[in-house]
């Protein structure tokens, strides 16, 4: 498998994918390892939990027609892998990048992107939103319009 590999839903994929989302939300609340039977050759395979959950991620982006990307944390991205994944212009990333938003490294004269900075990056992100619009919620209420 390579360090990037994107996958998209087909429409059956989707249907599928809704079904087993439902079955894997019981497993999700068990304790311990989870173990799967596979239909090909009777076999059964035994994952780590989080890896189930992760396994609930995917489906539950097939389940809503969406595709998803995986990315190992180790993973280095051109810039407009990282502009891709943060759905900007790589001209907008590269400005993120030289300010010291998002870590990088020079191979030769190309930078490479951290996946774990991209994420950070992300996160921080949502963060800020959260926060501030909870600030507005809270300055709509101290209006008396809640």
Do not use: C
Request: proline share 4%; hydrophobic share 45%.
């Amino acid at each position: 498998m390579s360090a990037i590999t994107t996958m998209i839903p087909e429409p059956a994929d989707a249907r599928l994918a809704k079904s087993a989302l439902r079955e894997l939300d019981a497993a999700l609340d068990a304790e311990g390892p989870v173990r799967l039977r596979l239909s090909v050759q009777s076999l059964e395979v035994e994952v780590p939990r989080s890896a189930l959950a992760a396994l609930a991620q995917v489906l539950d982006s097939f389940a809503h027609g969406t595709g998803v990307t995986v990315l190992p944390v180790q993973a280095e991205l051109t810039t407009q892998q990282a502009a891709d994944t943060l759905n900007v212009s790589r001209p907008f990333l590269i400005g993120l990048l030289d300010s010291g938003q998002i870590d990088y490294r020079m191979v030769g004269t190309h930078r490479r992107v951290k996946t774990a900075s991209l994420v950070r990056y992300m996160e921080e992100g949502d963060a800020r939103r959260t926060a501030a619009a909870d600030a507005l919620a809270a300055e709509t209420r101290g209006l008396g319009f809640a």
